[in-house]
């Protein structure tokens, strides 16, 4: 499955080269449903994008709070959360709204 994956609010700071923008080919999961959902994505994430402290993008199985996730534009809560259903050339935007200061 093809995907745009795009960091941003210093997230991307945690992948190689620091990119923002990410078009990525993710295997479907073998778990017999065939369904790439975004818990999926996450953990795919973790150990393929992710270079550093994944403790700041990740927080268990779910990103950490004050990570706004946005699928095809729309809040990720309202498609779902972790159980949302990513289908053929979907864009998942991941943005940190926390600063240091």
């Known amino acids: 499955m093809h995907l745009t994956l795009e960091f941003g609010g210093g997230l991307e700071l945690l992948l190689e080269n620091s990119t923002k923008v990410h078009k990525v080919e993710v295997t479907t999961p073998k778990d017999g449903q065939g369904k790439v959902t975004m818990k999926f994505l996450l953990s795919w994430v973790k ?33 779902g959360g972790l159980d949302a259903e990513l289908e053929e050339k979907d ?3 991941f943005i940190s709204t926390l600063h240091g200061g």
């Open 47 to 79: 150990e393929n994008l992710i270079k550093e402290r994944p403790e700041m993008f990740l927080k268990a199985d779910s990103v950490r709070p004050g990570v706004l996730v946005l699928i095809n534009d729309c809040d990720w809560e309202l498609c």
């Open 91 to 93: 864009v998942v935007v």
